[in-house]
């Protein structure tokens, strides 16, 4: 391990710890805009005290919420209980460690699927997906040549699989790390009644497994069953770093810009961190926004390919 991290640490770039460091506080404009929130929350007060509880009239509009002193944006930064990331640990060695720290040493592929969920689980080559093997997909794993890709946001695994097939055609000894809770999100299931559901636990975390099955890529692909927000923190603590970071998880704004955050402190130096929903019907939840105060707070610059977003970190 000391010999491992020793190692790592001589192929890291000098610029990189800065780097993190330099990284985390501009993130304090996320909490400081948390704050504009609630502060606009807190100074409303209803104009009249004894109007009788109506359940049927629309909530009242708050006001526009304004912050009028200043702020120590050093207080704010959410990234202050782990001053920096750790020494990242050589790429060959990311599955092994994931694999034990994460599954007790057995893969999730192993045994799988288990006798009673066999049955149920669909064998399709069709998977659904959104944007999944858009070009920007094939342009940046030819650019950057990636060792490790972290996707947040894998759902069915039509993106994952597609990345995987994209690193084997170019001889790649790649690992795709899939950050997904496999929740999916509340409502749901009205659009994917396929997915079996039992006892009111839906089955995307198997299905996406067998998935990978069917295409033959379970030793490219290691799904990490966890939310965005404790996996990306941790991989930080583990020195678990991608050279290509993918965002596609929550679209509302909070959420695209905390995954956008968390992702950017795990790429490698020269990396490249990307997501869906720039440009689709999707993108004024939030994704298009928070990129877009990313850039600005970052000094980095935007660049489009097709409905992605791609910031290249150097
Ligand atoms: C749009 S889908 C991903 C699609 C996939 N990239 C593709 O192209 O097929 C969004 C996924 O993000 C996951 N997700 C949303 N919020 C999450 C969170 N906070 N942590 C982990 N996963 C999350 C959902 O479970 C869902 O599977
Ligand atoms: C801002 O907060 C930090 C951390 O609490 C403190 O060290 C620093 O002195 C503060 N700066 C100002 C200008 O108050
Ligand atoms: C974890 O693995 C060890 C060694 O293989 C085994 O003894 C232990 O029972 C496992 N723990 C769980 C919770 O499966
Ligand atoms: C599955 O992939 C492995 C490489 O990971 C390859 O050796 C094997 O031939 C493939 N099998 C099929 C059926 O495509």
């Not at 610029?15 to 704050?35: H, R």
């Not at 097939?165 to 009644?193: P, S």
Request: a positive charge; charged letters at 20%; one cysteine or more.
């Amino acid at each position: 391990m000391k010999t491992e991290n020793h190692h790592a640490s001589r192929r890291l770039s000098p610029s990189l710890q800065p780097k993190i460091i330099k990284t985390a506080k501009p993130a304090a404009y996320f909490i400081l805009l948390l704050l504009t929130y609630s502060l606009g929350y807190l100074s409303y007060h209803p104009s009249s005290t004894s109007l009788p509880l109506s359940h049927s009239s629309p909530p009242p509009q708050l006001p526009e919420p304004v912050i009028g002193f200043p702020i120590n944006t050093t207080e704010l930064n959410p990234f202050r209980i782990t001053t920096r990331c750790a020494d990242p640990i050589p790429p060959e060695t990311v599955r092994r460690t994931l694999v034990d720290r994460l599954f007790n040493g057995t893969s999730p592929f192993e045994n799988f699927p288990p006798p009673h969920a066999a049955e149920k689980l669909r064998r399709t080559k069709r998977v659904k997906g959104w944007g999944s093997t858009g070009a920007v997909f094939e342009n940046l794993i030819r650019r950057v040549r990636p060792r490790t890709v972290v996707e947040v946001g894998t759902f069915l695994g039509a993106s994952a699989i597609h990345m995987a097939e994209l690193t084997r055609q170019l001889d790649l000894q790649t690992q795709i790390l899939c950050v997904d809770d496999f929740r999916g999100w509340a409502g749901f299931k009205e659009r994917f009644m396929n997915i079996p559901m039992e006892n009111g636990d839906v089955w995307l975390f198997y299905q996406f497994l067998q998935n990978v099955v069917t295409f033959n890529q379970t030793g490219s692909v290691l799904p990490v069953p966890f939310s965005s927000g404790s996996t990306l923190m941790l991989f930080c603590e583990w020195g678990v770093y991608a050279d290509l970071v993918e965002i596609d998880a929550g679209h509302d704004f909070l959420s695209a810009w905390a995954d956008i955050n968390r992702g950017f402190r795990i790429l490698r130096p020269g990396g490249v961190i990307f997501g869906h929903d720039y440009f689709t019907a999707a993108d004024n939840r939030g994704v298009r926004r928070a990129v877009d105060l990313f850039a600005k707070v970052h000094n980095l610059k935007v660049n489009v390919d097709g409905q992605h977003w791609v910031i290249y970190s150097s």
